[in-house]
């Protein structure tokens, strides 16, 4: 679950800052108190599933778009990762 906690903040602060809205833009897009973004994406505060739904709107992006494992990787970079530690783990045998 902690996986998910991660990813979901990551998620938010890379999309937010990708379409170069501020928190306090982002917090009255979504009608809450101006530290709830901020808490949100210092993993302090966890969001309801209606506020996972405003801050997904408010982006325009899905739901689902939130909880993908690091979306600010691009496709080569995780693939030079994938075949490093692919590399690292054939050394080993």
């Known amino acids: 679950m902690d996986d998910y906690s991660e990813a979901f903040r990551q998620n938010v602060k890379y999309y937010r800052r990708r379409q170069s809205v501020s ?7 979504c009608d809450c108190a101006i530290g709830t973004i901020g808490g949100i994406e210092a993993g302090k505060s966890k969001p309801s599933f209606d506020m ?18 690091d979306v600010s990787k691009d496709k080569a970079k995780i693939k030079r990762e994938l075949k490093d530690q692919f590399d690292t783990m054939i050394d080993q045998l």
Do not use: G, M
């Not at 928190?23 to 897009?29: A, G, H, P």
């Open 23 to 29: 928190q306090t833009e982002l917090s009255i897009r």
């Open 52 to 69: 996972i739904l405003k801050i997904a709107n408010a982006l325009k992006v899905t739901p689902a778009d939130l909880f993908i494992c």
